[in-house]
């Protein structure tokens, strides 16, 4: 079992709140990523990181800002949430070693911007 | 473009029957498929994981094949399960960079009725 952790699971806040969504790895590895995904839809990136101090923007344009500071730690933030950003956001890390790339997944957060 | 494709969309089937799923993909040059499991409101759990020479890998019930001339993966499932209800998402990953980049499919929602 992953050991990759996202709080909150669940989260509805107000329209111009700041939020940051939490998201922490035990297992070592250098890479993490963060999908959005509406609905019945595909997995977006949105942001990923090759290690400490190193983040950047995915496929998806995202207003969110991400932070590598640890590499355990790969938080998002949204500054002012809106009713666009709402959506499950799910966080993944993968092996360090070139190859397999096995990607692990937390539970999610969804967030709801009322 | 590099895309993955799978269908059906959505499938209906009685537990205890067999069904499979299929993935075809135009990701190059071509690292590794995935076959994924996601509950609803849950982060993806990895079934299978194959590479370029495997063109087949187990895991319970659950059977993927692979054939890497034509790009195209199919994930059988024996004797399904009320517990099998999922969205199944094929995963491709490229060896072009670094990161490899991981290409979702929309996924397969499969349920199973007694």
């Known amino acids: 079992e992953a050991d990759i952790y996202q709080t909150p699971r669940y989260l509805v806040i107000g329209t111009g709140k700041k939020i940051t969504l939490e998201c922490s790895q035990t297992?070592?590895?250098?890479?993490m990523y963060w999908y959005q995904q509406d609905p019945g839809m595909e997995l977006h990136l949105i942001h990923y990181s090759y290690g400490v101090n190193s983040t950047e923007k995915g496929d998806l344009s995202s207003e969110s800002t991400v932070s590598r500071i640890r590499t355990e730690h790969f938080p998002l933030t949204l500054e002012s949430a809106r009713p666009s950003h709402t959506s499950q956001y799910l966080c993944a890390s993968s092996e360090p070693t070139t190859g397999r790339h096995e990607a692990f997944f937390g539970q999610g957060t969804r967030l709801t911007v009322v | 473009k590099n895309q993955v494709e799978q269908s059906p969309q959505s499938l209906i089937i009685l537990e205890g029957k067999n069904c499979t799923l299929q993935c075809n993909y135009t990701v190059s040059p071509f690292s590794n498929l995935r076959w994924y499991k996601q509950d609803t409101g849950r982060g993806p759990v990895s079934l299978t994981i194959m590479t370029f020479s495997e063109n087949t890998k187990s895991n319970g019930r659950y059977t993927a094949t692979l054939d890497a001339d034509t790009k195209q993966s199919s994930l059988h499932i024996t004797a399904s399960q009320l517990s099998d209800s999922a969205s199944y998402i094929c995963v491709v990953s490229d060896r072009g960079s670094t990161l490899g980049r991981l290409y979702f499919g929309r996924g397969t929602q499969l349920t199973v009725w007694p």
């Open positions: 297992m070592g590895h250098d890479k």
